[in-house]
């Protein structure tokens, strides 16, 4: 499928997201191990968080209201899943596969994971490591452990660990399995990340202490069934607050997102650009800080992202890179080698569709130089099959002349099935073929 797009819209107007994505797979693998019920009001129905749902039920897990935003988990109360049928199908999500991989670790059968052709690319050892030293037994191909991941969980015992990069999944894997060990397991971090599982496991009843960049959680741990509404997703409205930030005249809303701080990164960025952004309508929901936010464009000049930045604004560094290419001055984006493993290199995938478009880029190793004041002329771009290099090519056509078509572009219903019809409600002219 194509999405085409057709530039110099002036996006304008009040939007909404559909619920989280990390939040939503957290909530279905917490609810599958807890006791009693857990309600998701706001859960996201796309291709990723619909892979979580097939994979618990594999594993014996009653869920009701599957494929609506109203889901009810009937938990297990524990390490009491059933030993699947067949292969746990994660299909392209990381974050099923490396979080599942923290829970059946407490589980003392074989089981399976694997995933779409993308996702058998992605190294597991940040997980499949530690959850070996707490005892259970993995196995994946090459010393990186790529899936399929074969497991043998077992009697956890719990460790201190090191992050070798700041990686909410990783963190988040390791957490999970520490619920079922005897002691208090570790989590040293090297940066701050996304921090949803440490408030989510807070909010069922475990025992959480986080100071720093160090989590804590006490096991052996019973969690409490619960009730969480999701709020929408901060990483979905990316797309369009950044857009809005690079064009003069425009102002557009998103209610109701996640402004946590550790997901938010992209604002400070707008910010430092010279975007005028503003808060308003703050409150708190799920255990999560939300807000409606405002964005006015402007014009805005290129920035150094690098270091802290990075595991707070990763899933929107290519958006950023699209809307670099016509901002003054020139933006860097360094330490980011992690985008190397993603659901493709988006390095190199926004490297090649951005200098399709017309724009002056430079290839690093851990990220990339956007010059800026490019004049962008519609063409034919790839998504490589990776939603958010869709999404972000899609965003720099709207500052291309003439027509820009992202061949592949059903891969936006891994995380954000509404999105054309949502960038169309703002203003932009819009077509799927």
Not at 34 to 54: F, I, P
Not at 247 to 271: C, F, H, K, W
Not at 286 to 310: F, M, N, Q, S, Y
Not at 373 to 391: C, F, P, Q, W
Request: with cysteine; charged share 20%.
């Amino acid at each position: 499928m194509r999405l085409i797009v057709r530039g110099r819209a002036k996006l304008k107007g009040a939007f909404s997201v559909p619920g989280d994505k990390s939040i939503s797979h957290r909530a279905l693998l917490l609810g599958a191990i807890a006791e009693g019920e857990t309600l998701v009001e706001n859960c996201l129905v796309a291709e990723d968080v619909l892979s979580t749902a097939h994979c618990l039920q594999n594993l014996g897990v009653k869920i009701e209201g599957l494929g609506t935003t109203s889901v009810k988990v009937h938990g297990v109360g524990g390490a009491n899943f059933y030993r699947p049928s067949s292969h746990l199908d994660c299909g392209n999500s990381g974050t099923t596969m490396r979080l599942l991989m923290g829970i059946l670790a407490a589980h003392q059968f074989e089981s399976w994971l694997t995933g779409d052709a993308s996702l058998q690319k992605r190294p597991m050892e940040r997980v499949a490591i530690p959850l070996q030293r707490m005892g259970a037994k993995i196995e994946g191909r090459t010393e990186r452990f790529l899936p399929p991941i074969k497991m043998h969980g077992a009697k956890l015992r719990p460790i201190e660990w090191v992050l070798p990069v700041a990686s909410a999944q990783a963190k988040s894997a390791i957490l999970l399995a520490g619920l079922f060990a005897n002691g208090t397991t570790i989590v040293h971090e090297p940066a701050p990340s996304r921090d949803h599982t440490e408030r989510m496991l807070q909010a069922l009843g475990a025992k959480v202490t986080v100071r720093d960049l160090t989590v804590a959680v006490i096991g052996p741990a019973k969690l409490r069934g619960s009730s969480f509404v999701v709020p929408n997703d901060p990483s979905s409205a990316a797309f369009f607050l950044c857009a809005a930030a690079a064009m003069p005249g425009a102002e557009i809303t998103a209610l109701g997102i996640s402004v946590n701080p550790t997901r938010i990164g992209y604002i400070d960025i707008l910010q430092r650009m010279g975007a005028t952004v503003i808060l308003h309508n703050e409150r708190s929901q799920a255990g999560e800080p939300v807000a409606d936010v405002t964005v006015r464009g402007g014009k805005l000049k290129g920035v150094t992202i690098a270091g802290e930045l990075i595991p707070r604004t990763i899933d929107e560094l290519p958006v950023l890179a699209a809307i670099a290419t016509v901002v003054d001055g020139t933006t860097i984006v360094r330490d980011a080698q992690e985008l190397r493993v993603k659901e493709s290199d988006r390095i190199a995938a926004m490297v090649s569709e951005l200098r399709k478009l017309g724009a002056q880029v430079d290839e690093l190793p851990d990220g990339m130089v956007v010059y800026g004041n490019n004049k962008l002329k519609g063409t034919e771009v790839e998504s490589y099959g990776d939603h958010r290099i869709a999404m972000a090519l899609a965003i720099a056509g709207l500052f291309a002349e003439g027509e820009t078509v992202i061949h592949n572009a059903d891969c936006v219903a891994i995380s954000f099935p509404q999105f054309p019809q949502v960038l169309a409600s703002l203003g932009a002219e819009v077509e799927m073929a």
